[in-house]
């Protein structure tokens, strides 16, 4: 059974940084794409960043390229989203999702950003 938990999430004044986990259970992370993603209020859920199986390219929402970083951690079976230069519009639930399809995600961690 897959699970994938959240974390780090929380308050931080415009500017400021945050690092997102996401422990994975059940599957090695690295055998399937992994990505980020987000759902502010009122808004649907979008994309934000992706790696590729093992660790391979990344890719990016261009609204948030130049300042989130993706990342893993086969050692730990942890996916990581460092977030730089946080911006009130960056306010969401974070989501991961493992396979980038409908099937697995997470159940969010909350980022909001004061200005």
């Known amino acids: 059974q897959v699970q994938l938990v959240e974390s780090g999430g929380g308050l931080v004044q415009a500017g400021g940084s945050l690092r997102l986990s996401c422990a994975a259970s059940g599957r090695a992370f690295s055998a399937y794409n992994m990505g980020w993603f987000r759902q502010a209020p009122g808004k649907e859920r979008e994309f934000v960043a992706a790696?590729?199986?093992?660790?391979?390219?990344?890719y990016y929402a261009d609204s948030v390229k130049g300042r989130f970083t993706i990342s893993g951690d086969n050692t730990k079976n942890t996916v990581y989203l460092q977030m730089n230069d946080l911006q009130p519009d960056d306010t969401a639930v974070y989501y991961c999702n493992m396979g980038l399809t409908t099937q697995y995600w997470g159940q969010g961690t909350q980022v909001t950003v004061s200005s």
């Open positions: 790696m590729g199986r093992s660790g391979g390219s990344t």
